[in-house]
């Protein structure tokens, strides 16, 4: 049950924080902050009792929730919650506050629509780390996607239309790709058995000809590198998070692109193991393009969350490198990237909020000088800088050194390349952190430093990124079954449908 | 005793801790009495577990703090590894790094930014802790970053000198790229034995590998690679003279004794990869002679003091890594002792001179200090002299020496490593003297108002006699004979192999390079004191090759025009993203079909009835001819 009131928390919170708005504007904010404070803490709580939960439910996946939902097309309520989807659980839940936190004061009209969309997308990423049935996924896969483009569309800066179309173009076209696949292994799996389900569990092994699996996959694929993004298909990125509000760019960048991430592990390496090792080359060296090509762009860029940006497109190369390395360090190096570069690109474009707020540009020669003024915020920017560049001590580091040396038993070549990707980081991010906050000061307003609300973001995740950089295992421990079943997916998959399916029996649908 | 170990790198670690979260709000005295005591302690602690450890018979001792990561095998911790090489290292970077905190007290005085100092220099003392007492390649690298990082903060402290900045990134950037390699060779360690763990490697490597094993050839350029970096040899030396930006205290601590031997460090700590690897030991060897030459040279032309001080370091450095390349691992880690001695002093001379002459950096504009200054004149002279290697009195010519006499006498040295040592020695004997008449001597150019206060003079002090006396501990066969530090090593670091039937002729080797030594000194004092006009009309009439010496050889020009433009350039060309020009090239031509097909909807009848009429020709025409 838990697993339905992560996302009845986030429909119905999004619902009242809109019509609160009719009484008072502060309410709605309070609204979905409760909400979101709820679901973190239930989500710490699973977190915190994962070790009990997994002996009880005897297999890795850790609570299981369906009902029956069109039972005729084979179509369930089928939420299921792993070490990984909970680890995205509790990082969607904290960006979440942090992003209603950061529209406090920078948000002025339609306040409770706003909230409602927010709270909408959360529900619909939430859905999307949750759900265990393909239509369903599809289903969130969109609600993630409407809410977001009213939120660039209608809270975003100048050219904000543009953005919110380019957005909704690209990720719909590609989640239409999708949505055929689904449809095309749905059919394949009910001619194949003469059991027509949307099931994951069930469509996990199914077998093709090889011409089949490849067009299946490509489908997936496109709505995952699309979201991801791989470049070439990352041109509506930079230009939704420069235009997209604050929240608007920390979800983006913080958990939207890592549904992308999570899209690659859940179903492409393990609904079609051998089409994905067969593209896994391609996929690696798409992903080397990614990042060398994203860290030239962000070098010069001068709109500071454009900037931001690019660096997203950059450490997004290192997922594809790692998910298709096909081992379990490079894979977990994928998944600690998923977390941490929420936080730190998250970060980044909180502080890019934060000095929008105070000097109403995001345009990098007009910055300079600011840590003169604002040395709070300069040491978090710094620490963050630091992070993007994958300095050691801070949890990008463990992050991006497992993706390599993982990547470097796939190929030698490509990680290589890939490392020299660390240089061009130090490059942009000694670039963004000096040109804002070294130098003569550029402006002569007085700009005030962090205030407590600000604080409050930024301090948890300095403390975060740092222990994460620190102690990692913990994370890498509750991610570790999952991510074996990523990796065994080639070579294992029937016996983990042996491995899963009583225990799905058992539960008769019901978690705990 | 051994178990307190932790707190050596904890407490800088600490005090950096607190200066950052409370640093503005205490109070100055606060601020150095937590940043100074810090290090103090962490040095006392490290000589109360040095004396245990050394008077214990183990040959290594290893303490775990907490496990790090541990996914598929890959599973390094963090842990300490203390044995005679990193006790020796951390007992120069909490001893020095004390009284370099002491003097940064009195030198840092005015300057608003004084928590942040030192909140920097107990973080950078922290990761250096790190770097040396690693226990696996991994937390190494989290030392090799972060003292990466002090650097870069502390070279670029005045930050709103937009110089600075361009220097302090300079540094990260071009250490980065030998960061880069090193971490591919972790990669292909790792690949190999499945562990980062140091001791490991270093054991099972040579049954891995045969001499000359193409895999540890690869793998021990890489690691070379991260130590030219770090240690700014050759080709990455670049960054150093222009980290002098920073305060001079950071140039004493981060970029004279500490940091920039972290690559002769790692060299020595994973010597085992070297010697199975002959063709990298003689790049080290290479680089390292080459790069003293080079260094020497431009040392010879600089006007700034402190930029004298900077390619002298490279060429020490130099010096080093030769000792390096021959296998004279103790030697080499002699002379970073002394060479941490001596050139600190030095530093912290010459910041002291520059404080006092209000941030005057050019010599010659200086002179006549020796009656101003005499405190800091006559240890500075000590560290000059020791630099110099002027004979039997100073360290300086003991460690030298060693390496000298090694280049020659070593198996795998030859005669041009000789020479290149040689003559380097003597171009440093001249450029340092060079430096001290220019300064000190000859007629007063400027006005001293004060005297360098006892929170300076004393770390001056204290580091002179070290200068003088720290040789003592390592004698050679021809005077005294004593091994301490070879002997200390000796379980660690094996001990070099001579040339059979070559040991008679240490005398002579130390004969010529006294002379030489000596003539420098000589040639320093004839061109500067003796004969002032000299330099100037040997500079005009060579002006070619002084301005190739003044600028380090062109380097800069050379990875300006290779590097940097052609990045900068590919960059603000693709500003745009040409990518993303595709899909507005889609989007052009969808809206050019609409207004196409549009203009058929205009509304006018006559236009439909034309069409209507149009294509009933052509569906007659077809089905006609069909």
Known sequence: ?512 | MMDLLWLVPALPFLGALVLILFGTRISRTMVAVIGVGSVGLAALITILVGTTFISSSESSFNLLLWSWIDVAGFSPSFALHLDPLSLIFIFVITFVGFLIHVYSTAFMAGDEGFSRFFAYLNLFVCSMLFLVLADNLLLLYLGWEGVGLCSFLLIGFWYEDKNNGDAARKAFIVTRVGDTAMAIGLFMLFDAFGTLAIPEILAQAPQVWTVGSQTAVIIALLLLGGAVGKSAQLPLQTWLPDAMAGPSPVSALIHAATMVTAGVYLIARMHVMFELAPLAQQCVAIIGAVTLLLAGFSALTQYDLKRVLAYSTISQIGYMFLALGVGAWSAAVFHFMIHAFFKALLFLGAGAVILLLHHEHDMFKMGGLRKKLPAVYWTFLIGAASLAAIPFITAGFYSKDNILWLTFASEKGNVWFFLAALFGAFITSAYTFRMVFVTFFGEAKSTVTHRAGNLMTVPLVVLAILSLVGGFIELPHTIGHLELLSDLLSPVLPSVILRPGIASAEWAIQSISIILSLSGVYLAYYFYLKKPALPGKIKSSFAGIHHIWFTGWGFDVLYQTIFIRPFVWLSTMYKGDPVDKCYTGIVLLTDFMHRVFAKTQGGILRWYIMGLVIGAIFILTLGLLL
């Open chain 1, 1 to 512: 049950m838990i697993l339905l009131w992560f996302i009845i928390i986030l429909f119905v919170g999004g619902i009242l924080a809109w019509i609160a708005e009719y009484w008072n504007a502060s309410i709605s904010r309070w609204i979905s902050m409760l909400a979101l404070i709820i679901n973190f803490c239930l989500a710490s709580y699973l977190l915190a009792a994962q070790n009990e939960i997994a002996i009880l439910s005897e297999s890795s996946w850790l609570l299981y929730y369906r009902i029956p939902w069109i039972p005729s097309f084979g179509i369930s309520f089928y939420l299921a919650l792993d070490g990984l989807s909970l680890v995205m659980l509790i990082l969607t839940f904290f960006l979440g506050i942090l992003a209603v936190l950061t529209s406090w004061k920078e948000l002025q009209y339609k306040i409770g629509f706003f909230h409602f969309n927010l709270l909408w997308v959360l529900a619909g990423i939430t859905g999307v780390f949750l759900t265990m049935d393909l239509f369903l996924f599809y289903f969130f896969w969109e609600v993630m996607l409407i809410p977001m483009y009213l939120l660039i569309g209608i809270w975003g800066h100048e050219n904000r239309r543009y953005a919110a179309f380019k957005f909704f173009i690209f990720t719909q076209a590609s989640g239409l790709l999708m949505f055929v696949a689904i449809l095309g292994l749905y059919f394949v799996h009910g001619n194949l058995t003469g059991e027509y389900t949307f099931d994951y569990f069930k469509l996990l092994g199914t077998t093709f000809s090889p011409e089949v699996g490849r067009w299946l996959m490509l489908g997936f694929l496109a709505a995952f590198i699309v979201k991801l993004p791989v470049v070439p298909f990352h041109s509506w990125l930079p230009d939704a998070h420069a235009e997209a509000p604050t929240a608007g760019s920390v979800i983006l960048a913080g958990l939207l692109l890592k549904t992308g991430a999570y899209g690659l592990l859940r179903f492409v390496v393990p609904l079609f193991p051998d089409a994905a090792h067969e593209i896994a080359p391609w996929a690696m060296l798409l992903g080397v393009i990614g990042i060398l090509y994203g860290a030239l762009l962000a070098f010069s860029q001068t709109d500071l969350k454009r900037l931001v940006a690019y660096t997203s497109v950059s450490h997004m190369g290192f997922v594809m490198l790692g998910v298709f390395a096909f081992n379990e360090l490079a894979v977990q190096g994928v998944v600690m990237q998923m977390i941490t570069h929420g936080i730190s690109t998250g970060a980044l474009f909180i502080i890019a909020g934060f000095i929008y707020e105070r000097i109403h540009t995001r345009d990098i020669d007009q910055m300079g000088g600011f840590w003169k003024q604002m040395p709070f915020m300069g040491t978090i920017a710094l620490i963050f800088a630091m992070a993007s560049l994958g300095l050691p001590g801070l949890g990008n580091f463990v992050a991006e050194f497992l993706t390599l040396v993982g990547a470097w038993k796939a190929s030698h070549t490509l990680t290589i390349f890939a490392t020299l990707g660390l240089v061009a980081a130090t490059v942009y991010s000694l670039r963004f952190l000096q040109s804002v906050f070294n130098g003569a000061e550029m402006t002569h307003v007085t700009l005030p430093d962090l205030s407590l609300r600000e604080k409050l973001m930024v301090v948890p995740m300095v403390i975060f990124i740092v222990w994460l950089g620190l102690f990692p295992q913990p994370v890498l421990n509750t991610v570790k079954r999952s991510v074996e079943r990523v990796i065994s997916a080639q070579t294992k998959v029937d016996d983990i449908r042996e491995d899963l399916r009583p225990g799905i029996a058992q539960k008769g649908g019901e978690d705990e």
